[in-house]
């Protein structure tokens, strides 16, 4: 890429999309173009299609999308299925008809089967069952890696597609009803120690800037909610529950780490198949459980309530190819983790 190349980030106030920026810049990329919800309605086709005729950017990185963790994913299935469908279908063909030749679309690894084999290789897509509480956003995903193979055979186009491993950093969503696990282990843990010192106004102040607490949050917290919606101290706050039995393995990349391996991908000009991007180890949730509840402080205990679904027993990505691109992950997990929560009390900045 040169680096006055015109850079077009679809999701640039997102996690990904905001990391790859913040690379773009690092490596003296000086044209990069963003545009924000209010500018520009990625559902609305007629838009986007305006957008790209009228701007024409030489590279395009597809990092919007409507994501969550499993209780998301459950919920909203139509809206996760609909929406994203949507969206990437708006770039990819508003951009072939722009006439852009380099693209990038950020799948997700939990699109994989359910039972792959592990670590998981490019090749297992499509191979088995999904994950049932995933379905409809991995059949999304699925269709914008397909459509842009489809692309690239009709029209020549070099339009990449790179899998990313369970991500977490700087602007992760921190949204109990919404969020992925290693946020919502961060805020959970730190909720519970507020609640601990009995500040209640910090959590407070945490509900106004990361939105809502779940009641059985609240309650696990010690906390009642009043008729005018002020929060009041009820018990003494009891363990933290998490999800699940603590004993499925996932594999966590610092999201910067992704944004650099998109980024070396497009400048090394790589014109091949699917790639994952992981840092090619894991650990179990119980494990993740202790590497969070030791970067915010917590000293309390932890439950796991068994009643509540799993997921996917496990979920590694086998690296190998991009290793052989030249590139590997750099951030350890328990100083990611940590450069997370200094971000999390940071407040959103975007």
Same mark, same amino acid.
């Given at each position: 890429?040169?680096?006055?190349?015109?850079?077009?980030?679809?999701?640039?106030?997102?996690?990904?999309?905001?990391?790859?920026?913040?690379?773009?810049?690092?490596?003296?990329?000086?044209?990069?173009?963003?545009?924000?919800?209010?500018?520009?309605?990625?559902?609305?086709?007629?838009?986007?299609?305006?957008?790209?005729?009228?701007?024409?950017?030489?590279?395009?990185?597809?990092?919007?999308?409507?994501?969550?963790?499993?209780?998301?994913?459950?919920?909203?299935?139509?809206? /996760?299925?609909?929406?994203?469908?949507?969206?990437?279908?708006?770039?990819?063909?508003?951009?072939?008809?722009?006439?852009?030749?380099?693209?990038? /679309?950020?799948?997700?690894?939990?699109?994989?089967?359910?039972?792959?084999?592990?670590?998981?290789?490019?090749?297992? @897509?499509?191979?088995?069952?999904?994950?049932?509480?995933?379905?409809?956003?991995?059949?999304?995903?699925?269709?914008?890696?397909?459509?842009?193979?489809?692309?690239?055979?009709?029209?020549?186009?070099?339009?990449?597609?790179?899998?990313? !491993?369970?991500?977490?950093?700087?602007?992760?969503?921190?949204?109990?009803?919404? $969020? =992925?696990?290693?946020?919502?282990?961060?805020?959970?843990?730190?909720?519970?120690?507020?609640?601990?010192?009995?500040?209640?106004?910090?959590?407070?102040?945490?509900?106004?800037?990361?939105?809502?607490?779940?009641?059985?949050?609240?309650? $696990?917290?010690?906390?009642?909610?009043?008729? *005018?919606?002020?929060?009041?101290?009820?018990?003494?706050?009891?363990?933290?529950?998490?999800?699940? !039995?603590?004993?499925?393995?996932?594999? /966590?990349?610092?999201?910067?780490?992704?944004?650099?391996?998109?980024? =070396?991908?497009?400048?090394?000009?790589? *014109?091949?198949?699917?790639?994952?991007?992981?840092?090619?180890?894991?650990?179990?949730?119980?494990?993740?459980?202790?590497?969070?509840?030791?970067?915010?402080?917590?000293?309390?205990?932890?439950?796991?309530?068994?009643?509540?679904?799993?997921?996917?027993?496990?979920?590694?990505? *086998?690296?190998?190819? @991009?290793? $052989?691109?030249?590139?590997?992950?750099?951030?350890?997990?328990?100083?990611?983790?940590?450069?997370?929560?200094?971000?999390?009390?940071?407040?959103?900045?975007?």
């Amino acid at each position: 890429m040169e680096l006055n190349a015109k850079i077009f980030v679809a999701g640039h106030r997102g996690m990904v999309g905001s990391a790859i920026v913040r690379r773009l810049a690092e490596r003296s990329f000086s044209n990069v173009v963003v545009r924000s919800r209010t500018d520009l309605n990625l559902l609305d086709s007629a838009a986007v299609r305006d957008f790209m005729a009228s701007e024409r950017p030489d590279y395009v990185f597809v990092a919007a999308a409507k994501v969550g963790g499993i209780l998301a994913n459950n919920l909203y299935r139509g809206q /996760f299925i609909y929406e994203n469908l949507t969206i990437q279908n708006n770039l990819i063909h508003s951009a072939h008809m722009a006439g852009v030749q380099r693209l990038m /679309f950020l799948g997700s690894s939990c699109i994989y089967p359910k039972l792959a084999p592990q670590p998981i290789k490019e090749d297992y @897509l499509l191979t088995g069952l999904l994950e049932p509480t995933n379905e409809p956003y991995a059949i999304a995903k699925i269709a914008g890696i397909k459509m842009c193979e489809a692309y690239n055979a009709q029209y020549g186009r070099q339009y990449v597609s790179v899998m990313p !491993t369970n991500l977490y950093g700087p602007n992760d969503s921190y949204d109990l009803n919404n $969020s =992925h696990v290693l946020p919502a282990l961060i805020r959970k843990f730190h909720l519970a120690k507020l609640a601990h010192a009995g500040d209640v106004t910090g959590i407070a102040a945490d509900e106004s800037r990361y939105g809502a607490i779940p009641g059985d949050i609240l309650q $696990s917290l010690g906390l009642v909610r009043e008729a *005018d919606g002020a929060l009041v101290k009820a018990s003494e706050p009891g363990p933290v529950l998490l999800w699940g !039995t603590g004993t499925p393995r996932r594999e /966590f990349l610092y999201v910067d780490d992704l944004a650099s391996a998109c980024v =070396h991908l497009m400048e090394a000009g790589y *014109d091949g198949p699917l790639v994952n991007i992981g840092v090619g180890d894991d650990v179990t949730i119980r494990e993740l459980s202790e590497v969070a509840k030791a970067a915010v402080g917590y000293s309390g205990e932890v439950v796991f309530d068994v009643t509540k679904p799993d997921g996917t027993p496990r979920k590694l990505l *086998d690296v190998g190819r @991009l290793e $052989s691109l030249g590139f590997e992950a750099g951030m350890p997990l328990a100083d990611g983790v940590r450069l997370a929560y200094a971000d999390y009390l940071q407040g959103k900045k975007i």
